[in-house]
C-alpha cells in the first residue's frame, strides 16, 4: 500500500488575473494581478496566520476553512497581495450622461446667475460618477481568491508531500539499522551474561577465600548472589521491547497516511526508554557501544518526525 506521508514543511503559490469593472458595473479591459502565497514549518497544533490588504480582509474565513479542509498540522503562513493596474495610464472614460448632466446644471444656473464664473477643469473631474474608474466587485474577487488558494495549496501539498517522502525513507533507514544492532545483540546477551558472572564469581571468591574456611559454602553463596545479579542486568527483555517498538515504527512509516506526527512522537519515547535502561544494565562493552549508537540514531529519528504532519 502507497503512504502519502507529509513534511509539515511546504510552499505554495497562485497568480490570479481580476477583471475590473467601472463604477457603473460595466466590464473594462483593466486587469488585476492577485497573489496568494503559502509557507507552512513544524508545529504542534494547526496555527494559521494572515497577512493581506484591507480590501481582501473579508475573505479571511473563506480562505481559512480551505486551508483547514487540506492541512492538519503546522504553521501556516496565508499572504495576500492585490496589484492593481496603473490607473491614470489607463485614461480612465468618462461617462457622458454624467457631463450632459453637468451641462444642463450649468446652463441652468447661469440663466439665474449670469454674473457667476464658468466651471473650471478640475470642478469638472471632481463631479462625483464622472470618471468611470475600473473596481472591482466582491463576487469577481471572491471567486479569484477561491481558485487561487486552492492552487496555492495544491503546490502546497505537493512540496509536503515530496519532503515527507524524503524523511520517511530516511526514517525507515535508521530504523532498520537499529533492527540490525538489535539483531545482533540478542545471541550475545546470554554469553555475555554467562562471562559476566564467571569473572565476577571468580573476583569474589579470590577476595573471600582468606577470610572464611569454609569454602563450598562461600561458593554456594556466592553462585546464588551472582544468579541474582544477573537476573537484575538480563537486558534481553529491553531487547525485545525496543524490537516489537521498532517493528511497530516501521509499520507506521510504510502503512500509514498523514497525520502520524504524533504517533510517532509517543513511540520514540518509548524507544528511548528502553534505549536508557539498555544503557544503565550495561555491563560490556558491546552493549554499551549498542546503547549509545541507538539513542543517536533514536534523536536522529525524533528530529525527522517533528517535521511530519
Known amino acids: 500500500m502507497k503512504t502519502t506521508i507529509f513534511s509539515m514543511t511546504g510552499y505554495g503559490e497562485a497568480q490570479c488575473a481580476v477583471s475590473l469593472s467601472d463604477t457603473q458595473g460595466e466590464a473594462t479591459q483593466a486587469v488585476a494581478l492577485l497573489l496568494i502565497e503559502l509557507r507552512s514549518v513544524n508545529a504542534r497544533f494547526l496555527d494559521i496566520t494572515f497577512r493581506m490588504p484591507d ?3 473579508s475573505f479571511e474565513t473563506m480562505l481559512r476553512e480551505q486551508i483547514t479542509r487540506t492541512v ?17 495610464i489607463l485614461a480612465s ?24 464664473e464658468a466651471l473650471r477643469m478640475s470642478d469638472v473631474l471632481r463631479w462625483p460618477g ?19 488558494v ?11 508531500l515530496r519532503e515527507g517522502t524524503a524523511l520517511t525513507a530516511r526514517m525507515l533507514e535508521s530504523v532498520e539499522s537499529m533492527l540490525q544492532i538489535v539483531k545482533q545483540l540478542t545471541p550475545l546477551v546470554p554469553i555475555l551474561l ?6 565476577l564469581t571468580e573476583k569474589l ?20 548472589e551472582v544468579t541474582v545479579y544477573g537476573m537484575r542486568i538480563d537486558v534481553a527483555e529491553e531487547l525485545t521491547r ?65 517535521n511530519l504532519e
Open 55 to 57: 480590501e481582501c480582509r
Open 72 to 88: 492538519n498540522r503546522g504553521k501556516v503562513e496565508c499572504r495576500v497581495q492585490l496589484q492593481r493596474p496603473d490607473l491614470p
Open 93 to 116: 472614460a468618462l461617462d457622458d450622461t454624467v457631463l450632459k448632466k453637468i451641462q444642463q446644471l450649468t446652463h441652468a444656473v447661469q440663466g439665474y446667475f449670469p454674473q457667476l
Open 130 to 148: 464622472l470618471l468611470r474608474e475600473p473596481c472591482l466587485k466582491d463576487e469577481v474577487l471572491a471567486e479569484a481568491m477561491l481558485d487561487g
Open 150 to 160: 486552492q492552487k496555492a495549496l495544491g503546490q502546497l501539498c505537493e512540496t509536503r
Open 194 to 199: 554467562v562471562q559476566h558472572q564467571q569473572k
Open 205 to 224: 571468591n579470590h577476595a573471600l577465600q582468606t577470610f572464611i574456611d569454609n569454602r563450598e559454602e562461600l561458593l554456594e553463596r556466592v553462585c546464588k
Open 242 to 306: 525496543l524490537e516489537t517498538h521498532l517493528r511497530e515504527t516501521r509499520h507506521i512509516l510504510s502503512n500509514s497516511h498523514s497525520p502520524i506526527g504524533k504517533r510517532l512522537d509517543f513511540m520514540m519515547q518509548e524507544l528511548n526508554r528502553e534505549a536508557n535502561t539498555l544503557g544503565s544494565k550495561a555491563t560490556a562493552i558491546e552493549l554499551a557501544n549498542a546503547a549509545i549508537d541507538l539513542k543517536l540514531l533514536i534523536e536522529q529519528l525524533r528530529e525527522q518526525a517533528q
